[in-house]
């Protein structure tokens, strides 16, 4: 075989190895040539579900799904403008599909910044009706351009209010009044959503206790001071949802309720403040939600996003949640895990267990005759493989051709 032969040879080999060994980025190059358009994030179906809470990956922000065990659901936050569309998707495949859901009774908005409210009017214009309620931040919407502008829902606002000037806050807070829904406003008043039914066997409660703060005005953080820390009980099992607070509401709250929580509180699931931002999650507020050594079963759960250039959670949030019991396997990260939900059975008539279950990725083609990545590798790499079996045949005749010419 002639050096030349040789060569090419090689270099087809060396092309069908780069081929096949891209295929660990396939997923990437599927959404950079824009082969795939969309990903369906079907969770996994558990049997015997009675509350199930959802944590939909949008990113940067925040958005929890509550199915209680009344059919009855609520939305924590929905998710910046641009991440909106991820959240409708999971709603449609999760909810909708499965025939019992048509408008969420209960929305709470946390925080008027975007990646929390972004994506509320979408939320309105879909799945929202004259039975719902939404909580809306003790926040003002004001427009720095246009003076004559007043948030039409200066009048629910509660004293301690604070003002914020951004597009997003200001389309989510006129969706919020043109739609019919009943309007409360997150301030210093307590709410339970759920009381606990016994008749009915579920004893389940979901507590807000929101906060109004106004001595940090003309501070960005302050507007996170008006976000409530809520709280989800079900038979034995607690959840805590922290919305964007930080730690001065955290605070707050610990020399408030600590008579409430009492000595041996232990919450099953905490969702982390703020994004995981090293401003939350306090040693204080950790202890005041952590019971030792039951604290060894705790799930810790940050909304984060890869592309985050803050790297949520901070390392000195992960340091205080190992400092005060929780195990780094149980640190779940929506930048990781992608959708998580917690679907709690019940055992017995106080007990329940919990599954936790993540997302089953499908992927669709953007137009039906285009190729996947790993398609294509393979038609290249048969291609290349015909093209070096007709360069051999070729060799081998050339070698038989001169072999019979010096036998005459």
């Known amino acids: 075989m002639t050096k030349q032969i040789y060569v090419q040879l090689s270099t087809c080999a060396f092309f069908i190895v780069v081929l096949f060994g891209s295929l660990i980025w396939q997923n990437q190059i599927n959404s950079s040539l824009r082969l795939r358009e969309l990903t369906l994030d079907k969770m996994q179906s558990v049997s015997g579900s009675k509350l199930t809470v959802h944590i939909v990956d949008v990113g940067q922000g925040d958005a929890v799904i509550v199915q209680f065990p009344d059919d009855t659901t609520l939305l924590i936050d929905c998710g910046s ?52 309620t939404i909580f809306r931040p003790n926040t003002m919407s004001v427009d720095k351009n246009d003076p004559m502008f007043v948030d039409p829902g200066f009048d629910y606002l509660a004293s301690g209010y604070n003002t914020h000037n951004s597009a997003s806050y200001q389309k989510a807070v006129k969706s919020i009044h043109d739609s019919k829904a009943r309007v409360l406003v997150n301030s210093t008043q307590e709410y339970v959503l759920h009381s606990k039914i016994k008749d009915l066997n579920a004893q389940f409660s979901f507590s807000i206790f929101p906060f109004a703060s106004s001595s940090l005005l003309g501070s960005n953080f302050a507007i996170n001071n008006n976000s409530p820390i809520m709280l989800l009980e079900y038979k034995d099992k607690k959840f805590v949802f922290s919305g964007s607070a930080d730690s001065i509401v955290e605070e707050l709250f610990v020399k408030q309720y600590s008579a409430i929580f009492g000595e041996y509180f232990n919450a099953d699931v905490i969702m982390l403040g703020n994004n995981g931002n090293n401003s939350s999650t306090s040693m204080h507020y950790l202890d005041l939600l952590t019971t030792v050594p039951t604290v060894q079963s705790t799930i810790a759960v940050v909304s984060s996003s890869k592309s985050d250039s803050q790297n949520y959670p901070s390392r000195e949030v992960l340091s205080r949640l190992q400092d005060c019991g929780i195990l780094k396997s149980n640190t779940l990260y929506t930048a990781k895990n992608s959708h998580i939900a917690f679907n709690v059975r019940q055992v017995s008539e106080q007990e329940c267990d919990m599954v936790t279950s993540f997302a089953q990725q499908y992927f669709l083609k953007s137009r039906p005759f285009l190729f996947w990545w790993a398609e294509i590798v393979l038609i290249i790499s048969l291609t290349i493989t015909l093209f070096m079996v007709f360069i051999v045949k070729k060799s081998i005749s050339k070698i038989k051709k001169q072999t019979q010419k010096k036998k005459y």
């Open 81 to 132: 403008v641009q991440s909106v569309g991820k959240l409708l998707n999971y709603i449609d495949i999760n909810l909708v599909s499965l025939g019992n859901f048509l408008y969420f009774d209960n929305i709470i908005v946390t925080s008027a910044f975007s990646n929390r409210v972004g994506g509320l009017p979408q939320i309105i214009e879909k799945y929202c009706s004259a039975n719902t």
